[in-house]
Each structure stands twice: as structure tokens, then as C-alpha cells.
């Protein structure tokens, strides 16, 4: 794709982007983020049917009103909830009233994948609830589509990918990177990692596909522990370190002996952040990447629409133009030179950042989540790709369009 590089002509796109209605702007530009199928037939908030006698179906409980015996389902688990609501009619008309109905039109595989991914931590019904009605990453804040299935939050891709605290280590690995003893260990539960093998959690190996998986203990519940039990994160280190140098338990030999964890790799766990981390400190070499913990936390994260009131979606969009930028010549080949500042405006870019800064800002852009009102003023006012697009796609309607 060639991009637009004379200020003229970067001019004319953006009065066109601002001329242009946000549906039409949208049409060109922008992907509708996949989410999960929804079932929007299913009608929340339908009154009870008035010929139910609620005094003679739920036996002692009828002794309740009708709003504390909702409370009470909403604090069941899904699987509880539809349990209670097969005991008769009247229990089926009071969870149908609860927010079971709210997850069931809106993420209607949500406790199907929460079985799979084997989580011991049961979920109440109002904590899905919440968890689709978020809107932003608990890492980044940026709108997200995906939660983490884990600990029921909303989490982008890029920051499961990306943040040490998002990863995932074996027991043997909790052990020694946070001076956890087993009887602390067990208080956090696991979660199991489907086709992986104990070594490969660390090691990024093809190999263990054909395995069961092993059970996995998330760096950022285990980092919360061992602060509750040391206090402090040189406290938590110290005392890793205490145990890695005087091993007498052989679990420990598992780190100790393998060669791709390194001094390096476990003092990152040790100090794992919670904060996001800029994109200088991600690619400074400090922070390596491994795929094999990234993908645990993938595959325990679904798509969920984001719901924030009962009936209405908010509909976020990818930018087509961000990753159509991703073949501007100065990101295929960094070698060969940096955006020039002229292009830095264009794409607002500071102009005190660094080329690396710029690079990765350019690269991260194609996975941000914008609402409507979002990508409009995006692509008004930052988006090189997205008026690149607008302008070509003016050019082919006509010459006059572009208004030469
Ligand atoms: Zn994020
Ligand atoms: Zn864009």
C-alpha cells in the first residue's frame, strides 16, 4: 500500500474523513471485533407470569421475598443456578429474573468455557455479570474484548501476551521464584494447561502437544499471596533467593537444572509488575518474551461482547488502517531508517519520542479496540493508514471526489 506523503494531499484526506459520515468512515476502515455468539432472542427483565402462586412452589423458601431469594441466586454459581431452576416452575421463573438471563443471551458459552478451562474458583452468577459489563483491560485501560477467564476480568490480548503478570508458572517454578510453601501454594488455585507439559511451560517447545497438560499457578494471584505473607517485593526476593541457594528440596532442582531458566528469567517472576509496563522497558531485552506462558493465558480468555447496561452492546472496532500501516516501509525495514517527523505528526506521535518508541507505537496501534466515537476522531486526527484508505477510495470513485 503506497501511504500518503505530501502535506497537500494529507490535507484534502482528512476534510474528507471529517466530511465523511461515521457509518461510511466506519465501512472503510474499521473490523467489527469478533465476540461470541449471541442469543438475542432471550428477553431480560420479563416480569413474572402473574398466574404462578409464589406461596406454594418453594416450600420454606417462600417465607422469603422475592428479592432476597434473587440475592441468593445471584451469589450460586452458574451451574447451581440452573440446578435451583429445575426444581420446579417457580425457581425457573426467579433465576430467569436473575442475571443467569443476562449471561445467557450475552455470552451464552461463558460457563461452558469456564468448565473446560477446569477452574477451580467457582464464579458467582453477578461476577460474570460484571465481568461482561466491563468495558476496559485491567492492564492497559484500553477498551477490550476479551476476558481472562481466570480471574473474570476483562484483559487484552497484547497484555495477556506481553505482561509477566499475566503468565503462568508450575508449581515447582511458584516455589522457588516466591518463596511460597506448599500449604500457601495450595490456597492459590491452579488452572490447567490443556496439551502443555510441566517443562514446556518454561522451555517454548512444540513438543508436549500430544500430552494432557499440567496444572499452572497465575504469576499475578501468586505475586498477591506472597505479598500478603512477606509484605514486600524485596522481601518475596530475598527469600526466593535464600531457597535457590541453599536447595535442599528436589522440586527445586526442576528451575535449578534447566538450562533456558536463567538467574535472569526467575529474578522477572520475583518482581513480576503489576503495573503495564511502557513499550522502551517491554523490548529492552529485559523482559524476553515466552510464547508458552503467553498461550496458557490465551487459552483461558474468550470473547465477550461488552455490555455495560442490560440491552445495549457497545459495538468496538480494530483499525484496517493501523495494520495496513504495519507496510510502511519504515516499519518492514527499521533497518533502513525512522519515520521522519513530518509523518510523526501525521500520526501523533510526540515528537520527543524515540524511533524505537515510534516503532512500537506504530505496531501496537492494529490491536487497540476503539468505540464508534473513538475511531471516528482516530482516524481524523492520527491515523496515516486509515486516511490512505479514505483517499484511494475516493480517488477510485472519481477524480472529483478527491477535488482535483
Ligand atoms: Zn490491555
Ligand atoms: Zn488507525
Redo the contacts with the bound molecule.
Keep these: 500500500m503506497q501511504f500518503l506523503s505530501d502535506p497537500v494531499t494529507v490535507a484534502k484526506a482528512k476534510s474528507m474523513a471529517k466530511s465523511m459520515d461515521p457509518v461510511t468512515l466506519l465501512h472503510i476502515?474499521a473490523t467489527p471485533e469478533y465476540a461470541e455468539p449471541i442469543d438475542r432472542t432471550v428477553e431480560i427483565g420479563k416480569p413474572l407470569d402473574p398466574d404462578i402462586r409464589f406461596e406454594n412452589d418453594l416450600g420454606n423458601l417462600n417465607r422469603f421475598p422475592l428479592e432476597i431469594l434473587l440475592e441468593i441466586v445471584e451469589h450460586l454459581d452458574v451451574a447451581s443456578a440452573m440446578d435451583f431452576s429445575m426444581a420446579n416452575r417457580m425457581a425457573r421463573h426467579v433465576v430467569a429474573r436473575s442475571s443467569v438471563t443476562f449471561i445467557k443471551k450475552w455470552a451464552p458459552k461463558l460457563p461452558r468455557d469456564l468448565w473446560l478451562a477446569r477452574i477451580p474458583r467457582r464464579f458467582a452468577v453477578w461476577e460474570l455479570k460484571e465481568a461482561i459489563r466491563s468495558k476496559h483491560c485491567i492492564s492497559c485501560g484500553q477498551l477490550a474484548c476479551s476476558i481472562w477467564l481466570v480471574e473474570m476480568v476483562r484483559c487484552c490480548v497484547q497484555c495477556m501476551q506481553h505482561f509477566p503478570a499475566n503468565w503462568c508458572l508450575t508449581k515447582a517454578q511458584t516455589t522457588a521464584a516466591f518463596a511460597l510453601p506448599l500449604d500457601e501454594i495450595a490456597k492459590i488455585g491452579p488452572i490447567f494447561a490443556i496439551g502443555m507439559r510441566e517443562e514446556d511451560v518454561i522451555v517454548n517447545s512444540s513438543r508436549g502437544k500430544d500430552v494432557l497438560g499440567c496444572w499452572v499457578y497465575p504469576i499475578r494471584r501468586t505475586l498477591a499471596r506472597a505479598m500478603e505473607l512477606y509484605g514486600s517485593r524485596e522481601a518475596i526476593k530475598t527469600a526466593a533467593q535464600q531457597i535457590r541457594t541453599g536447595i535442599q528440596d528436589p522440586r527445586f532442582a526442576v528451575v535449578q537444572n534447566s538450562v533456558s531458566v536463567s538467574e535472569f528469567d526467575c529474578d522477572k517472576f520475583r518482581a513480576a509488575r503489576l503495573e503495564p509496563l511502557t513499550p522502551a522497558q517491554l523490548y529492552s531485552g529485559e523482559f524476553r518474551h515466552v510464547w508458552a506462558l503467553s498461550s496458557i493465558a490465551n487459552g483461558n480468555a474468550i470473547c465477550a461482547p461488552i455490555v455495560p447496561h442490560a440491552q445495549k452492546q457497545l459495538f468496538i472496532y480494530a483499525?484496517r488502517?493501523?495494520v495496513a500501516?504495519l507496510r510502511h516501509p519504515s516499519v518492514v525495514h527499521p533497518h533502513l531508517g525512522s519515520f521522519d517527523d513530518e509523518t510523526k505528526r501525521w500520526l501523533n506521535i510526540d515528537q520527543s519520542r524515540t524511533a524505537n518508541e515510534t516503532y512500537f507505537e506504530v505496531c501496537w496501534?492494529p490491536y487497540r479496540m476503539r468505540s464508534i466515537d473513538g475511531m471516528v476522531e482516530?482516524?481524523q486526527t492520527e491515523?496515516l493508514?486509515?486516511l490512505s484508505m479514505i483517499y484511494k477510495k475516493r480517488a477510485a470513485s472519481g477524480p472529483d471526489a478527491t477535488g482535483f
Design positions: 476502515t483499525c488502517g493501523c500501516l496501534r482516530h482516524i491515523c493508514g486509515g
